[in-house]
């Protein structure tokens, strides 16, 4: 079964700092590797999609990489700002059913 | 642009009682799924269909039933709601094939009392 951890669980930074968020699975047997935003009350937002053959995946001032072998992502967030604000999720895809989501970083940007 | 949209978006049940909820999407997505989230639990996968007319069992299936009658609309039934099973639900879709992303709804705020 995939387990998924995420590290930190929250944290809070002053405006304008790069940030790195960590995502790792215990089988690294996936097609992709999805992170999500989540603003409180709210659903989820697709951030980006990184393939299981691809290193690296950016979406302006986001960019996500993946170790496959080592079971790992991180997504980094550049020059943060109050609204990065959210809760910030990752879910490996190994195919069907197989979408598996690790409990969230809480993130707080402030002023 | 609707993707997936999930009706109600909120709902308040006593214990015993009975409901339905819809999921949609426009966007001719062969897998659709419910999870339910809870907190410190992260997102929970309930049932899923792989094609009209099919259901399957996710990690968390006891108390709820689901059809997919047609591709468009994936149904989360609760026959007597508990108490346990308040949370919140949320429907995805994603096309076939590995290489594709998973759309969510906006959630359906569920309480039983």
């Known amino acids: 079964k995939q387990e998924v951890t995420q590290i930190p669980a929250a944290l809070s930074v002053p405006e304008g700092e790069n940030l790195v968020l960590n995502c790792s699975f215990t089988?690294?047997?996936?097609?992709?590797l999805q992170w999500f935003r989540q603003d409180p009350g709210k659903g989820l937002t697709s951030l980006l999609l990184?393939?299981?053959?691809?290193r690296e995946q950016t979406s302006g001032r986001l960019n996500a990489s993946l170790d496959k072998s080592s079971g790992r992502s991180t997504l980094y967030i550049a020059a943060s700002q109050p609204g990065d604000s959210a809760t910030y999720l990752c879910?490996?895809?190994?195919?069907?059913?197989?979408?598996?989501f690790g409990t969230g970083t809480q993130l707080k940007v402030e002023l | 642009n609707a993707g997936v949209t999930q009706t109600p978006k909120f709902r308040v049940l006593k214990t015993g009682q009975s409901m339905t909820l819809l999921c949609a999407q426009d966007m001719n997505h062969e897998y659709m799924y419910w999870y339910r989230q809870d907190p410190g639990m992260g997102l929970r996968l309930i049932h899923y269909s792989v094609g009209e007319g099919t259901t399957a069992k996710g990690e968390v299936p006891d108390g709820y039933n689901v059809s997919r009658l047609k591709k468009q609309n994936f149904l989360l039934g609760l026959e007597s709601a508990a108490p346990s099973q308040t949370s919140v639900y949320f429907c995805?879709?994603?096309?076939?094939?590995?290489?594709?992303?998973?759309?969510f709804g906006q959630g359906t705020r569920l309480t039983v009392v």
């Open positions: 089988d690294s047997a996936i097609y992709n």
């Open positions: 879910a490996p895809f190994r195919g069907g059913n197989k979408l598996t």
């Open positions: 995805a879709s994603r096309p076939t094939g590995g290489r594709t992303e998973a759309f």
């Open positions: 990184i393939q299981s053959s691809q």
